[in-house]
């Protein structure tokens, strides 16, 4: 609370956020200004071919991120990927807590997830993987607003997200958002999100608004405004 008030702004990625700042820290509404999180225009172009010859899949279901924390719900994640019958596809790092101890024996006796451990972030096979994938699932306890989610609704996947944190600030109507605490309610808006079309808007929406150009120029626009003042 000391560094924020002593800060000339401070810069939440989401008003959801901002608010909790306020409310938990006390922190000046005036000084707070939301800078949204960003994504790589590289995204929009990804290709899909790269990953459908290496593991012959496509439209499957994605989670990339870490499991093991207890703020990605890695235990309800797995949960409900075992009521779907489709294949699921989890890039992630998994820590050596119990959670994630949980987790990496969940995932060895599901036949329907492919396990790949963790992919670098410029590696164009994780770009393939979010443009294969039918929907990219997030639905963790918090998420401000999940930089992969914002990858993989780029490359064009459906988007499944915890409501928690301000995500649907930035994914507005059109992606889904369950209730990370209820295995049915992720089931079920996994299973309505691979029955929907990918939907082109959500794509052209994330590219218009959060490629990292146009953060950019907002975070510089702010820094003119704090020197000139």
Known sequence: ANICDQA?????????????LHAALGIDKNIIQVIA?????????????????????????????????????????LKALERIDHPSVIIADITETPEGKWCRDKLSRN??????????????????????????????H???????????????????????????????????YPNPLSIDSIVNSIEQSLNMDKNPELRDHIRDQYTWDKIAKQTVTMYRRIMES
């Open 8 to 20: 000339e702004m401070v810069l939440p990625n989401t008003e959801a956020e901002g608010n909790m």
């Open 37 to 77: 999180n960003g994504v790589e225009d590289r995204f929009y172009h990804a290709d899909p071919d790269l990953f459908r010859k290496k593991y012959g899949i496509e439209d499957f279901i994605l989670y990339v991120g870490h499991l093991g924390p207890t703020r990605k719900n890695g235990m309800n994640i």
């Open 111 to 140: 036949k329907n997830i492919l396990y790949l451990g963790w992919i670098g972030h410029d590696d164009p096979m994780l770009a393939s993987a979010y443009a294969a994938c039918k929907t990219f699932i997030l639905p963790t």
């Open 142 to 176: 918090f998420e401000t607003p999940g930089r992969a989610a914002l990858e993989a609704a780029l490359a064009g996947a459906n988007i499944v997200i915890t409501p928690r944190g301000g995500a649907a600030e930035y994914f507005l109507n059109y992606a889904l």
